[in-house]
C-alpha cells in the first residue's frame, strides 16, 4: 500500500507584505548610494529618505494599517525607491570592483520594484512574486490550511511506504500534487514492485488519474 501526500516544508522568513518588501529594498539601495557617494567623496543627492523613514515607521507601529495609509506609503515608496535607483544607476558607472552578488541583489530588487509598480498602477496579478531578497527562491504556497492560509518554503509531494517516506518531488513554485500521482505509483513500483492500494487526498481524483 501506497499513501501520497503533499506539505511545505517552511523556510525561516519574516511574513512578506509589499511595505516591508519595498521598505527593505529603499533601505539597502539608499545605504549603498551612500557608501558610493562616500567613495567617491561627492555629495549625496537629496531623496527624502528620512522623511519617510519616520512615515514609514509610524506606519509600522500602527495595529490597524488602513486601507488609505496602506496606498499612501506604498505609493511613497514605490517612488522614493525609483528615485534612489536612478541615483545609485549613475553613480554605479563611476565605482569600481563592485561584486557580481551586489549586481543580482539589484536585479531581484528591481524585478521585485516592478511586481509591486504592476500590481499598485496597473491592478496585475503578480506571478512568481518575490518575498525575500535574501531568499529570492521563495514563493507563496497556498495550502488553504485554517490556521495558515499561505506558506513560504518548499512545496513537497511524497509518499509512504511501511512507515518511511520518499521524497517524489520538491520545488520552490506552487504544483498541482494530483498531477503527481501516476509519477508516485511508478517510482513506488520501481523501489517496492506491485502496488495493490493507494491512498491519496482528493484532490488525485482525477479524470486522467
Known sequence: AVLMVATCYESSVRYPTDQKL????VEWSYEQLCSHCNMLRI????TKFRKWKNAYASYKRLRRKPAKRRRRITSALLRLYAKIDTELT??????????AAYFAKREV???AYDQQF????????????IISFSKPYLRPIVRGKEVKRVEFGAKV???????????QRLDFTA?????ELQKTVRESRKLFGKVSFVGADALSATTAN
Open 22 to 25: 519595498l521598505w527593505e529594498a
Open 118 to 129: 504592476a500590481k499598485f498602477y496597473l491592478g496585475e496579478k503578480i506571478k512568481g512574486r
Open 157 to 167: 509531494n511524497k509518499f509512504q511506504v511501511d512507515g518511511i517516506n520518499f521524497i
Open 90 to 99: 549613475c553613480l554605479e558607472q563611476q565605482s569600481l570592483g563592485l561584486s
Open 175 to 179: 504544483f498541482h500534487e494530483g498531477n
Open 43 to 46: 555629495p549625496r543627492p537629496r
Open 109 to 111: 530588487m528591481q524585478q
